[in-house]
């Protein structure tokens, strides 16, 4: 009805108009998309930016100190008189806290996350599973205090000549922060093997213990497997626990009992300190930084490969 | 009959040795929850929050950090929900299957393993010294963006894949342009989906310590931090400070500033429950 008043004019202005508002649209949508791939690839700075600062400042510190003495001198004293650039002690250290926190993680969180999967009744599991994944949910400053002021002293009743600072106590108690992560993604795996597989082996006769451990277990055994990965690389980074309860004194030696330092451990450590930027000894931090990086990535890059390879063969 | 009777057995032990390692997780926490308790309660009082940290146990407390956290809270909130959000709604809404997307994937994958040190080394090089934003609470809260925004990402975008296909279906054959599909029907029926999962980074990146110390954020703080160039420390800065001194009277300081801590937590944690629970019934298919 309003058509038939207007007149062609105003029409024509009309469509126009209209016209106009659509390549504005068009043009918002192109901005937008834009914006919203930006945001996207921020991700990908990140890991450049990451690349980019531990490259640059390690590059200075070799000119400095060969590459041979980094990865074969059996001593770490950059901040003492008598300057030694051996990356093994920390190396080392990292290794035996890991191991520690691994050694106890692997057993529990994969005998959690069977037991989660294959026997927890249904509301005992709603309970269960969320009760155990707050372990993974508390600071980590909490857990260096827990291991130094708790742990610690629990276990020099058993272990007469532990030291203060030890390699055991921040290990178990990384370990403790490591299992839900463990359970969590082996449990994963296992409920995303096929029931009609169980179902086979119980027609079969087999218990349930066999139908865990010998079915349903192999099947999932690459989810399981990257789980373990995953976890060697949080406890390779993990920071404060080890800051706080594992000590500050870089030595060669595997004895739990022991102080010892780890690589994340001494980049705290020069980080509290006044040592200034842009010196051999506060470039330091970076080296280490960049071992420490590869590490995870190479552990990180496994993992996901082993993923995605068991993502296949269920579909 | 013998046999299969021994085999039963064998799986029961096995249960009760799985229940065991199971029980042993929940057995820690609660020791631990115990002790934290057992140490901190006693230190809790009105001046504890109101009084800056100091040499003597009896007069330290947590103004300082307690503002700081809510100052870095803040800050790495406004710069990482947006940038999450985005790079969510990209990589659900647009992205062609391609290899560009293929790398933003693994990048994000592989930096949720990146440990949070090193995202420390960055943020000195990057934003205390490379942007000239010295040891402030800015340079803090953009370190921390960083590192919660792979978190933020995974969570949005399971958000948005839970908005079934049907309703944006319904939008464009109405004929609205794609942005209008996500602005007025997707995003509303994601929110809480995101916000939850906004509210879960965040609870990640307020117990970090690591890259904060890296950065340089300072163990005594004597003032209250008023703008975000201000110098700040943080609630886990000030505990790990307090744990590594010898006196006991700082230890029960650091027991009660984890106390009040993991009560912060628990109230981020409880309200993410709460939003999804209460929001999500309103839509429903």
Redesign the interface.
């Known amino acids: 009805m309003g058509l038939t008043t207007r007149s062609v004019a105003e029409i024509y202005a009309a469509r126009l108009q209209r016209g106009m508002a659509a390549r504005w649209?068009e043009w918002?949508?192109l901005a937008?998309?834009a914006?919203?791939?930006f945001?996207?690839?921020?991700?990908?700075f990140?890991?450049l930016?990451?690349v980019a600062?531990?490259v640059?400042?390690a590059i200075p510190f070799f000119q400095q100190v060969s590459l041979v003495e980094f990865l074969t001198d059996p001593q770490w004293t950059p901040l003492f008189a008598q300057k030694h650039f051996g990356i093994l002690p920390l190396v080392a250290g990292t290794f035996l806290t890991s191991a520690v926190a691994l050694a106890l993680a692997i057993?529990?969180?994969l005998?959690?996350a069977?037991?989660?999967s294959e026997?927890a009744p249904a509301r005992v599991r709603a309970i269960?599973k969320p009760?155990?994944e707050?372990?993974a949910?508390?600071?980590?400053?909490?857990?260096?205090?827990?291991a130094?002021?708790?742990v610690t002293p629990l276990l020099k009743r058993i272990i007469p000549d532990l030291e203060t600072f030890n390699a055991l106590s921040a290990g178990l108690t990384m370990g403790?922060m490591i299992?839900?992560l463990i359970?969590s993604l082996s449990e994963d795996a296992l409920y995303a093997v096929p029931s009609s597989l169980r179902e086979a082996a119980y027609a079969l006769g087999a218990?349930?213990?066999?139908v865990?451990?010998r079915v349903v277990l192999p099947a999932a055994l690459s989810g399981i497997v990257a789980s373990f990965i995953?976890a060697a690389?949080?406890a390779?980074?993990?920071?404060?626990i080890v800051?706080?309860a594992a000590g500050q004194r870089p030595i060669l030696t595997l004895d739990p009992r022991k102080a010892i330092e780890t690589m994340?451990a001494y980049?705290?450590q020069v980080?509290?300190g006044d040592t200034p930027?842009g010196t051999l000894e506060f470039r330091t931090?970076?080296a280490v930084?960049l071992v420490?990086?590869l590490f995870?990535?190479v552990?990180?890059?496994l993992?996901?490969r082993i993923i995605e390879r068991y993502r296949e063969v269920y579909r | 009959m013998e046999r299969r009777r021994r085999r039963e057995l064998l799986g029961r032990i096995f249960e009760g040795i799985a229940l065991a390692a199971i029980l042993f997780g929940l057995l820690v926490l609660f020791l631990l929850l115990l002790d934290v308790a057992r140490r901190g309660l006693g230190v809790l009082s009105w001046s504890f929050f109101t009084s800056y940290p100091s040499r003597f146990p009896e007069q330290a407390g947590i103004r300082s950090a307690l503002l700081g956290t809510l100052w870095v809270m803040a800050l790495t909130a406004l710069f990482s929900v947006p940038l999450g959000v985005a790079a969510a709604i990209y990589l659900e809404e647009y992205a062609p299957r391609n290899r560009v997307t293929r790398l933003i994937e693994l990048n994000i994958n592989n930096l949720a393993g990146v440990p949070s040190i090193i995202y420390g080394l960055l943020g000195l090089e990057l934003f205390v010294r490379g942007m000239r934003l010295e040891r402030s609470i800015l340079a803090g809260a953009l370190t921390l963006s960083l590192l919660i925004l792979p978190i933020l990402i995974t969570a949005s975008r399971e958000a948005l894949r839970a908005v079934p296909m049907g309703l944006r279906e319904a939008a464009f054959a109405l004929g609205a342009t794609r942005w209008q599909v996500i602005r007025h029907q997707v995003l509303p029926v994601a929110f809480p989906g995101i916000l939850t999962g906004m509210i879960l980074a965040l609870s990640r990146a307020i117990g970090e310590t690591a890259p904060l110390i890296t950065i340089g954020a300072l163990t005594f703080v004597a003032f209250d931090p008023k703008s975000p160039f201000d110098k700040f420390t943080v609630l886990p800065i000030q505990i790990f400070n307090w744990v590594s001194r010898p006196q006991a009277g700082f230890h029960a300081r650091a027991a009660g500033a984890i106390l009040v801590l993991l009560a912060v937590l628990l109230a981020m944690n409880s309200l993410a429950i709460y939003l999804r629970n209460r929001l999500q019934r309103r839509h429903q298919w």
């Open positions: 649209r918002g949508e937008i998309q914006l919203l791939f945001a996207a690839m921020v991700s990908v990140t890991t930016g990451i600062v531990l640059v400042e057993p529990v969180g005998l959690s069977i037991y989660l026997y269960l009760a155990l707050v372990l949910g508390i600071p980590t400053v909490v857990y260096g205090y827990f130094l002021l708790f403790v299992i839900p359970s218990t349930r213990l066999e865990a451990l995953l690389s949080r390779i980074g993990e920071t404060m800051a706080i994340t980049i705290v980080s509290l930027h931090i970076f930084g420490l990086f995870t990535l552990l990180n890059l993992a996901m």
